[in-house]
């Protein structure tokens, strides 16, 4: 599936393997045809991605070491030594380049700029792409306003691939970081970006993390409404991604971390909306 996200942005969600997601992301109005892949866990499905919209690989972006990531990486590039691999984690290509913590690149109209996110792995990143000129204060500032709806959705949003650090409706397992690191990364980077930012992430585990949701907050009526939403698209094999970043607040359990209410569902005796060791199990 294609989505416009502004008029120099469009982002092609991939499915591989089993519940994978990879993505292509290319400026419609660019006439050289150049596009981002991101996570090319399986070369067939990025190829074809490719063919199909008769689209040029130009820079690859991985988000983490996890093989169903970048697995089908050097089938993509079949060779080419002209395409550069951004990432944060050496032990995705030896000849990768590594980009910093909030390090911003230029990419055609877009910018690009990689997030450290540890927690699921130490090396794990997101790539927050939207298009070049975009106030990222303004933005936020606009959609509190949001003094009129109509005007409101027309605005551009950006992307945050984040691969396995954040899905929908719940958060990647931690392999390798701790439960600080990955609450570090989830609300002090990620929720930092603005209002208006998709979320794209690694895997369809969107129905199964809103079933886990529902035990803990059987009452909450957004959890309902988000599974029946997912389970409405997943009949009909469309994928539950992009939705809305800011939106996990409302359903999922582990961004609602700071929830009294459901603080006190899990029996934790000391709780406080301020002090972080409070949220951490």
Known sequence: TEAQLSPSMAVVTVPMMTDNYGYVVFDPTDKERRALVVDPGEASAVLATLSELELRLDTVLVTHH?????????????????????????????????????????????????????GHTVGACAFDVRQRGLDFTDAVEADESNEDADADNEKPYGAVFVGDTLFVGGCGRLFEGSPRQLYDS????????????LLYCGHEYTESN?????????????????????AARRNLNLPT??????????????????????????????????????HIA
């Open 66 to 118: 996890h093989d169903d990531h970048h697995g089908g990486l050097d089938d993509v590039l079949d060779g080419r030594t002209d395409v550069p691999v951004w990432a944060s984690d050496q032990r995705i290509r030896a000849d990768a380049d590594l980009l910093a913590h909030d390090e911003l690149r230029q990419w055609g109209s877009l910018d690009v700029r990689c997030l450290h996110t540890p």
């Open 186 to 197: 989830l609300f002090d980077t990620i929720f930092a970006l603005p209002k208006r930012t």
């Open 210 to 230: 809103l079933r886990f949701a529902s035990s803990l907050e059987p009452d909450n009526g957004r959890v309902s409404s988000m599974a029946a939403r997912a």
């Open 241 to 278: 991604v992009p939705s809305p970043l800011y939106d996990e607040f409302e359903y999922n359990p582990f961004v609602r971390c700071r929830e009294r209410n459901l603080a006190v569902r899990l029996g934790f005796l000391e709780w406080s909306a301020s002090n972080r060791s409070t």
